[in-house]
């Protein structure tokens, strides 16, 4: 019951991050700004994101969930009311990044963190089952989205979203999460042994989660503009995220399912590596058929590498710690999502083509999969010298 409500709220929730995107180029159309200007929104929501996802995760540590996700879903609402009535771009971006970005963080990093307390055996399928609310969120919002922005407006669109959280969100995960298990007890999950400090770790995994999704952020945040570059319109693009994000939750709970066999570490590399060929495919195929078909293949590459990161911190440092250090890697996470989004726009201006923008997210794909290496590495030599 914890696991579906918790999928619930972030699926609701998770439309903070994805909304943006889908009213890019009519924003950008109506503040008669460039696709760098008008990225920056996506970039203020996602810095909004990853501060809250430190802030909202030390405050869980020390209260629980339930009242840090009430002023979160207080502040996203009201954001989205106040971004519809917004009369310039810097007045947009400075509300997504300060309610929308800062409200949509409790249902990412906090909530994996909380939602990883009540589990032990299957740690790594309930983790990435509540981070799969979030692309939830982007299979279905971005679907419904074009519908009423046709009809009525991004505007109308906004205003609507933020009354369907102020609704929906102000309730929900009242209990709080159990106390860690006793070592050695039926249910205890020990902290695996490796050969770095806990600050040496947290650094490797901000530096993965940085890399990682600066490459993940092209498709994410530019396939509408790519599409709508290439002539196949808005609801094509919009389709194709739906669809990304779509195999993004079976790639969530796949890579779940694998964890709990392997651990997080492996799992997250084979992810990477799997991000970056599918990142290569978008380059030399860009019809419209063979687009839909390497977003399919990018998503479930993808999903389920974020999530690795939450597991990575539970098997390597204490659980009374969880909140604030899955923060901080899911605050680098989304800042390589927001500097990749922006990043991507500003050599689209400069160049004119989104191939470069391609091969700049490989490049920092191939920084996260070192990392990882080196964090499978000293692992290892920590496993062998304890044996």
């Given amino acids: 019951m914890r696991l579906g409500i918790s999928v619930l709220l972030a699926t609701i929730g998770g439309v903070g991050m994805w909304a943006v995107?889908?009213?890019?180029?009519?924003v950008q159309a109506e503040f008669g700004v460039d696709r760098a200007a008008a990225s920056m929104p996506y970039t203020a929501t996602m810095v909004g994101f990853a501060a809250g996802n430190v802030l909202v995760g030390r405050a869980i540590d020390r209260m629980g969930y339930w009242i840090p996700a009430l002023i979160a879903s207080v502040a996203l609402g009201a954001g989205f009311l106040l971004a519809s009535l917004t009369t310039s771009i810097l007045q947009f971006t400075l509300v997504q990044g300060l309610l929308i970005g800062v409200g949509t963080s409790a249902i990412f990093g906090p909530l994996i963190a909380d939602i990883s307390h009540w589990f032990n055996r299957r740690r790594g399928v309930a983790v990435t089952a509540a981070a799969a609310g979030n692309y939830l969120a982007g299979?279905?919002?971005?679907?419904?989205m074009p519908f009423v922005m046709q009809a009525e407006g991004w505007r109308f669109t906004y205003a609507a979203i933020g009354i369907v959280c102020l609704a929906t969100m102000i309730l929900l995960l009242r209990r709080g999460a159990p106390r860690a298990a006793a070592?050695?007890?039926?249910?205890?999950?020990p902290v695996q042994p490796i050969s770095l400090s806990p600050a040496a770790l947290q650094v490797l995994l901000v530096v993965a989660g940085l890399g990682c999704c600066v490459a993940m952020s092209m498709p994410q945040?530019?396939?509408v503009a790519y599409c709508m570059d290439l002539g196949y319109g808005v609801a094509r693009g919009a389709d194709m995220l739906s669809i990304m994000l779509a195999a993004g939750v079976v790639s969530r709970l796949a890579?779940?399912?694998?964890?709990?066999?392997i651990g997080g570490v492996k799992t997250l590399l084979i992810g990477s590596v799997l991000q970056a060929l599918s990142l290569l495919f978008y380059i030399p195929f860009d019809g419209l058929a063979s687009l839909y078909v390497v977003s399919l293949v990018f998503g479930l590459s993808q999903g389920g590498i974020v999530p690795c990161y939450a597991i990575i911190v539970r098997e390597y440092m204490p659980a009374k710690e969880a909140g604030q250090r899955v923060g901080i890697v899911m605050m680098a996470t989304i800042f390589g999502m927001a500097v990749g989004g922006w990043m991507s726009g500003w050599i689209y201006d400069l160049t004119g083509s989104y191939a470069a923008a391609f091969l700049n997210g490989i490049a920092w794909n191939l920084l996260n999969i070192a990392a990882m290496v080196l964090l499978l590495w000293k692992a290892r030599r920590s496993a062998a010298a304890m044996a």
């Fill in 21 to 26: 995107v889908v009213v890019l180029p009519a």
């Fill in 139 to 144: 299979a279905i919002w971005p679907l419904a």
């Fill in 183 to 189: 070592p050695g007890s039926p249910g205890s999950r």
């Fill in 221 to 223: 945040v530019h396939i």
């Fill in 255 to 261: 890579s779940g399912l694998l964890a709990d066999r």
